[in-house]
C-alpha cells in the first residue's frame, strides 16, 4: 500500500532563506508526482509535475526533484516570500493502471518579514 | 479558461439530510475526480470519471455516497442521510487527455450540524 509522507508538519522561515521541502514514498512504482499550495481554507493550486521518467522541474524560484529509487522527492523554495506562506502538499499516483492519487498531509509553511 | 468551479463554496445541514455538490471542470478535460479533506490532513481519493464513466471508486465511498457526470462535462457528488462524520472540504479536480497534471477548483466545505 502506498504511504506518502512530508517533513516537516510545519516550518517557519525569515524572508529571504532558501528552503526544502521534502515529500517520501513508501512503493516506487509510480506513475507521477505532483506538489501542490494550498492557501488556508482554500483549493489546491498545482505547481509542478513529474513525471516518473524525469528528474526534476523547475518554474519560476521554485525546483521539483525526484529520486524513484529512494522514494523522495523534494521542493527546493529560492529566496522565499511572506506571500510563499502556505501548505505544501505532495502527492503520488502509483503506476498500477489505476487513478487513484495519494496525497501526504503537507507541510505548513510560513515566512515571516 | 475559467479554471475547475464548485457549488456551493459552503453547505451546513442537519443531520440525516441529503446534500448535493456540483463540479464544473475545465472545459474540455475529459477526467475528472473527487477527493474529501479534512482539517490538518491531504485530501483522499473518492472516485476518478473518465468522460461519463466512473472507472475507479475508493472504499470510503459508502454506500451513502453517489456520483454522476451524466454526459461528460459537470459532475455531482451526492451524500444521503449525511452524518457529523460527513463534515470536510469536498474538492473536485479535473485534467487532460494527454497530460494528468490535476488542477482543483476551491471546494465545498460541509458542515453536518
Known amino acids: 500500500k502506498q504511504e506518502v509522507t512530508q517533513i516537516p508538519a510545519a516550518l517557519s522561515v525569515p524572508e529571504g532563506e532558501n528552503l526544502v521541502l521534502n515529500c517520501s514514498f513508501t512503493d516506487s512504482a509510480i506513475y507521477n508526482l505532483q506538489w501542490f499550495r494550498q492557501d488556508p481554507g482554500k483549493g489546491l493550486t498545482s505547481l509542478l509535475l513529474i513525471q516518473s521518467s524525469q528528474r526534476e522541474q523547475t518554474s519560476g524560484r521554485l525546483n521539483a526533484s525526484l529520486d524513484k529509487s529512494s522514494g523522495r522527492s523534494t521542493l527546493y523554495i529560492a529566496a522565499s516570500q511572506p506571500g510563499d506562506s502556505a501548505t505544501y502538499l505532495c502527492?503520488?499516483?502509483?503506476?498500477?493502471?489505476?487513478?487513484?492519487?495519494?496525497f501526504g498531509a503537507g507541510t505548513r509553511l510560513f515566512v515571516k518579514a | 479558461d475559467t479554471g475547475v468551479s464548485q457549488n456551493p463554496r459552503h453547505k451546513i445541514t442537519k443531520r440525516g439530510q441529503n446534500v448535493t455538490f456540483r463540479c464544473d471542470p475545465i472545459?474540455?478535460?475529459?477526467?475528472l475526480y473527487w477527493y474529501r479533506q479534512t482539517l490538518g490532513q491531504g485530501p483522499e481519493f473518492l472516485t476518478y470519471?473518465?468522460?461519463?464513466?466512473?472507472?475507479?471508486k475508493s472504499r470510503l465511498l459508502s454506500d451513502r455516497f453517489s456520483a454522476e457526470r451524466p454526459k461528460g462535462s459537470f459532475s455531482t457528488l451526492e451524500i444521503q442521510r449525511t452524518e457529523q462524520g460527513d463534515s470536510a472540504m469536498y474538492l473536485c479536480a479535473s485534467s487532460s487527455p494527454s497530460d494528468l497534471e490535476q488542477f482543483f477548483g476551491p471546494g465545498t466545505r460541509l458542515t453536518v450540524l
Open positions: 470519471f473518465q468522460n461519463e464513466a466512473q472507472l475507479e
Open positions: 502527492a503520488v499516483r502509483p503506476d498500477t493502471g489505476g487513478f487513484k492519487t495519494i
Open positions: 472545459s474540455e478535460h475529459n477526467r
